[in-house]
């Protein structure tokens, strides 16, 4: 098949007769030239080849036209007999009162209309594709002040949760992960904030008082894995906060300590495919390397060797 570029193939030619007509004499040009086509029309169906003729007849911009369509195989043939009865047909119709712009050109001409079932599953997968192209879109920016007001409750209800659980296993650190603040270290802190606050006893649902207790809190996130540890003053003489953020971070290539201080410090985990490092395949081992760090330390229970013992809290961990 013939083509003009790899995506526009063409199976036939196609040779255009057009003219402009006026509206003088009740549009006498008009039918003049629709009497010379019918004089013409019997020869130019004779052509070897001819597939379709076709006449346009515009009523706005006065346009005359007659398309005679032939394979591409077949076009050749016609061209080198000059497309008679061309020569006549022009002739005749420049000598029509009222008719301009005598002219031809040659085009490709195919039809492209789809039958019914192919023109059903096209739709169909055009469907399917809006479809998908709609759920890949990234998401519209959340307002900072409702995405702030989900990060606090969620922060306060997991200090509630961190407390009790705490409590019962004896434990002064304490090692999770959250949702909301979706990898953003600045909102990660404002989470542990809220977690960290004093309980207000007047208050129809308690929120926070895990201020007392040490915490290292994990936020995943598409870029990075966010991270934020937390050692209350009491705690500080016995456990460096910095360090025991930076040695559950040194254990990814690509870490990197945002901040450094006695009570909270904050680093990231990038994304890195090349390396297979996903922040959410990396959480739970990094949530074990703070615990064994503590465990050194002789800050965490020890490990008796059932798997089943081992204090490791995600989101799962804690009822929605």
Not at 43 to 71: M, N, W, Y
Not at 141 to 152: G, M, N, R, T
Not at 198 to 207: F, H, L
Request: proline share 5%; charged share 30%; net charge negative.
């Amino acid at each position: 098949m013939p083509e003009i570029t790899t995506s526009v193939k063409f199976d036939n030619i196609a040779r255009e007769w057009r003219c402009k007509w006026s509206e003088d004499a009740s549009k006498a040009s008009l039918d003049a030239a629709q009497a010379v086509l019918a004089d013409l029309l019997p020869e130019l169906s004779s052509v070897e080849g001819v597939a379709t003729i076709q006449r346009i007849v515009c009523g706005g911009c006065h346009d005359f036209k007659v398309i005679t369509k032939l394979p591409a195989t077949a076009f050749g043939e016609w061209e080198k007999a000059d497309f008679a009865p061309e020569k006549d047909f022009l002739a005749k119709l420049g000598g029509i009162k009222g008719v301009s712009a005598v002219e031809t050109q040659t085009y490709t001409l195919e039809e492209v209309k789809l039958n019914k079932k192919d023109a059903k599953k096209a739709m169909e997968n055009k469907e399917a594709e809006a479809e998908k192209a709609k759920a890949d879109a990234p998401k519209p920016p959340e307002d900072p002040a409702k995405k702030l007001k989900k990060v606090i409750k969620e922060g306060g209800k997991r200090g509630v949760e961190i407390e009790g659980a705490a409590d019962m296993g004896g434990l002064q650190f304490f090692c999770t992960s959250v949702d909301e603040p979706e990898g953003d270290v600045e909102l990660l802190t404002k989470c542990v904030e809220a977690m960290n606050a004093k309980s207000d006893p007047t208050e129809e649902e308690r929120k926070g008082g895990s201020g007392h207790i040490g915490k290292m809190v994990f936020s995943v996130g598409a870029e990075h894995l966010a991270v934020l540890a937390y050692v209350p003053e009491e705690k500080q003489a016995e456990l460096s906060c910095a360090e025991w953020l930076e040695t559950v971070l040194k254990t990814q290539p690509g870490h990197k300590m945002l901040t450094q201080d006695k009570s909270v410090s904050t680093g990231i985990i990038p994304t890195d495919s090349d390396k297979n490092i996903f922040p959410l395949k990396i959480r739970e081992p990094l949530i074990l390397e703070a615990n064994n760090f503590l465990r050194k330390k002789g800050l965490f229970p020890e490990d008796n060797g059932d798997s089943g013992d081992e204090c490791v809290f995600g989101d799962d961990d804690f009822p929605s």
